[in-house]
């Protein structure tokens, strides 16, 4: 018994150190990235980062085996999962939802307030398309111009804000830190819906919808599973630090050079909605949300939910 439990051990450190000493961790430029700064900052040589500006730029190297860990929208990595022989697994929800409907009408307390107007918000296709289409429908409002709420998604989300300021459009949804970036330029700008709490009055519950997850190479958690739980545990200090250190995780964002301005930072991190769950204990909230994108296009994460395997136990 003793040496098949020394032979088993001996092969699980030969197929571990078939890898890269280092962790390859492919980071998203955006609300994302910060809680992983601290970590960034610290140059530990068990990790090697890399910066993309969307899943898009590198999902071919995660599927290439040049990344091991990375971030991605929730239905992304479902997407993955189902099209790939699940070759990535969710390991743990990195963030919360934390969109708002920011306007400089002070008339608009509530979803159907904005009955006959035009909302403006990015997102065609992914989460904020689905969600804000499922808030409605449960609020029984119609998605048209003539009858309901009339969402446009014509405009690219780096022009919102400014177009927003100038009084070209007047309502808009956005995530974090765009929010942010828009109440502090105008006094007249605020924050008039908080669509988690809309969530939260449709589910009845405390409950969360999750927006990021961190994912996980399958044969790179089968063969080294305490590197990837090192690193996860090491993520969760970084993130409760950012958390509790907002002004310095601003500044460590600009040390970086990750193109995110300190003091918006500093102000978006409160309302960014950070968390930290295992993907295995989540997989209610998970499955809730797949089967919101499931209802309005099935190819959004791959035609169906991912069975049980998506989850990574760790």
Partial sequence: MKKVFVLILTLFIINCSLFSQAINVGVLIGPSCIPI?????????DYKYETFASPQNFLPKMLKD?????????????KVFNSS???????VICGGGNLSLITKDK???NLSDLKN??????GKGATPEYFIKY???ENNIAIDEKNGVFLDFSIPTASIVPLLLSDKIKYVILPEPYSTIATSKSNEVYYSIDLQDEFEKITKTTSFYP??????RSEFAINCPEKVKDFLKNYETSSDWVQENPKEAGLLCEKLQLGLDSNIVEHSIPKSNYVFRKSSDSKEE????LKIFLQNDENSIGGKLPDSSFYLNW
Wanted: charged fraction near 25%; hydrophobic fraction near 55%; aromatic fraction near 2%.
């Fill in 37 to 45: 700064v601290k970590m960034m900052d610290a140059k530990e040589s």
């Fill in 66 to 78: 040049e990344i091991d860990i990375g971030f991605m929208p929730l239905n992304i990595a479902a």
């Fill in 85 to 91: 022989n699940k070759k990535l697994l969710c390991a």
């Fill in 107 to 109: 008339k608009i307390k």
């Fill in 117 to 122: 107007k035009t909302v403006v918000t990015a």
């Fill in 135 to 137: 808030l409605l429908t």
């Fill in 211 to 216: 927006l990021t997850a961190i994912v996980v």
């Fill in 286 to 289: 998970i499955e809730h949300l």
